[in-house]
């Protein structure tokens, strides 16, 4: 792992002094995949969580690796996405889903940071990718790093305090509602007085952003909404996201089962749904695999 990680560093050079050969977002997420795989493959060798193990005794079951410094690494490949001319998409989803292999192994500290440093490359990267960052926030990112510690619903201070910069970036950095409301609801999921939130980024958001956030608080909290302007307000309108289906690599019929249950122990979910965690299950599924 330390070698390939070198290979990274030289790619980062490479790219940032445009050094011959200039590699690729291909070539670069190619590499990653060495990455993905490995860590997937510790997952599928390690036992599944035990009750209310701590978080440093699961850590201390897994090999021992530099996931920091490879987490540390993917970070400062963030910076190439908008440099690259040809292969950044691949580049994107390719740092986006390794660093979903890479969350199981990941301190509290790193985690609860990690939501506000991927939103931010909504602000670099292309269009084209910004489905995947909210995709990945959504669903991998903010649940991983809220709920993988059995914190019985408390949310991690930093993520707490940082929700309203990531709505605000969000509504700053990308026009579509449907992005918009699909990172409030997540975090409505795990976070109380989201709110809040959404009047920070009222007060003191930059001009562009303070109309979706006003449209969002009454649609979501109409009980707010002010009596002398329900006559003007029309409302959110949005087209909203494909729920989430079955994951379980042997449900029957997943395209037709959305998911209700969400399992964020790592070998389970490499095991049954060969992803990394979490694993969202149908009802179905969920009761199956209880035991």
Same mark, same amino acid.
């Given at each position: ?170 509504? +700053? *950095? @990308?026009?579509?509602?449907?992005? $918009? =409301? %699909?990172?409030? /609801? !997540? ?49 959110? +309108? *949005? @087209?909203?996201?494909?729920?989430? $289906? =079955? %994951?379980?690599? /042997? !449900? ?40």
């Amino acid at each position: 792992v330390a070698s390939k990680i070198r290979y990274l560093h030289e790619y980062h050079h490479r790219v940032i002094h445009n050094t011959y050969p200039v590699p690729t977002g291909t070539d670069i997420a190619n590499t990653l995949k060495y990455f993905s795989q490995t860590l997937l493959s510790v997952l599928r060798d390690s036992p599944s969580e035990r009750g209310q193990q701590s978080r440093d005794a699961q850590l201390s079951e897994y090999p021992s690796l530099d996931y920091q410094g490879l987490y540390v690494t993917l970070v400062t490949l963030l910076d190439l996405v908008p440099l690259l001319q040809h292969g950044q998409h691949d580049l994107g989803q390719s740092i986006f889903y390794t660093t979903a292999c890479l969350l199981p192994f990941l301190s509290d500290d790193i985690l609860s940071t990690l939501p506000y440093t991927m939103i931010s490359t909504l602000a670099t990267f292309p269009p084209f990718l910004h489905k995947d960052i909210t995709e990945y926030l959504s669903t991998s990112f903010l649940p991983m790093a809220i709920c993988s510690r059995g914190r019985e619903g408390n949310v991690p201070q930093h993520v707490n305090l940082s929700a309203s910069s990531m709505l605000m970036i969000a509504m +700053q *950095y @990308t026009s579509n509602p449907v992005y $918009h =409301c %699909q990172l409030l /609801e !997540c975090l409505m999921k795990y976070k109380q007085e989201v709110w809040k939130d959404l009047l920070y980024v009222i007060a003191y958001g930059p001009s562009q952003v303070k109309p979706p956030a006003v449209q969002m608080l009454f649609h979501y909290w109409p009980n707010l909404k002010p009596p002398g302007a329900i006559s003007e307000y029309r409302g959110l +309108q *949005y @087209t909203a996201w494909n729920p989430i $289906h =079955c %994951q379980h690599i /042997e !449900c029957h019929n997943a395209i037709n089962k959305p998911a209700v249950k969400m399992c964020i122990d790592a070998a389970l979910s490499v095991a049954l749904g060969d992803k990394p965690p979490p694993l969202y299950l149908c009802e179905e599924c969920s009761q199956r695999i209880a035991g």
